[in-house]
């Protein structure tokens, strides 16, 4: 769920023309002999610097700017579900040459309120592709001083007037099934486990058996191989069945076994 999120917001920051280079989810690290730095991680315990702003007309990143929360909403049911609140509070920044704007003493307002107008879309259509039951984006500061961003951020490196540098504060509020955090929804496996662990054995065979129809060629493609065989066992072989023979009312002491598997008569 976090990595699209991180994706989606990506996604809208190249929709305002200003990015050419959009990092994923980044974290500040100490580096040797320097103060933090924005850093993202590759493989294998590598780490790469992502403060090499000019190779880009714009760059930006998305940080954790405090630690998500977890709210159960224990007195709210939808639809018979228990929802979970996600609070993730981040942080945006972006970075661009002055070369790249437009020259005017508006150049970070603009920048900003750009940034933030994208990531507060309403209706998102993330929310289907997470399964959450609402997704809000909730803007909670526009930072437009690039030396108190820069101190923050990235404090080895003074101040750089040849860029606009502007940080985005937001707060995610994501509110999903509990199941669906805990269990994965959208797997189909993990769904039917959470069905079928909220039926008891009597419910199962009472409520549901009842209603398939098995001459339904969907409802057949999803009985397995061994329920076949047990129906198979259970309906056509049943065991051997072993019949008297009478012949005009009198028993003639002989016997009829009938056996399903190879739909045989043998006399005996």
């Known amino acids: 769920m976090f990595n699209s999120i991180i994706s989606y917001i990506n996604t809208r920051l190249l929709t305002t023309g200003y990015f050419t ?86 150049r970070s307002v603009n920048m900003g309120q750009d940034m933030a107008k994208v990531l507060s879309v309403p209706n998102s259509p993330l929310n289907t592709t997470i399964n959450a039951r609402n997704i809000d984006f909730n803007i909670l500061s526009i930072e437009l001083n690039s030396e108190s961003i ?21 707060n ?39 209603s398939y129809d098995f001459s339904n060629i969907q409802v057949q493609s999803n009985v397995t191989q061994d329920q076949q065989d047990q129906l198979i066992d259970w309906l056509c072989t049943g065991g051997s069945q072993v019949y008297d023979v009478y012949i005009n009312g009198v028993d003639t002491g002989q016997d009829i076994n009938f056996d399903g598997t190879d739909q045989t008569i043998n006399l005996n």
């Open 21 to 106: 280079q959009v990092y994923e989810f980044v974290e500040l690290k100490k580096q040797k002999d320097t103060d933090n730095a924005p850093m993202l991680y590759c493989s294998n315990g590598e780490w790469k610097d992502v403060t090499n702003f000019d190779q880009y007309n714009g760059t930006s990143y998305v940080r954790l700017l405090r630690q998500i929360s977890f709210d159960r909403l224990t007195n709210t049911r939808v639809s018979g579900e228990n929802l979970l609140r996600i609070t993730m509070p981040l942080r945006v920044v972006g970075i661009v040459k002055n070369s790249f704007l437009t020259d005017n003493n508006y």
């Open 150 to 170: 820069l101190s923050q951020e990235m404090p080895n490196m003074k101040d750089r007037y040849e860029y606009t540098i502007v940080a985005v504060d937001i």
């Open 172 to 210: 995610v509020l994501v509110e999903i099934k509990s199941d669906c955090w805990e269990n994965s929804c959208g797997d189909t496996t993990a769904d039917c486990n959470i069905l079928l662990a909220s039926l008891t054995t009597a419910e199962k065979n009472g409520c549901i058996l009842p």
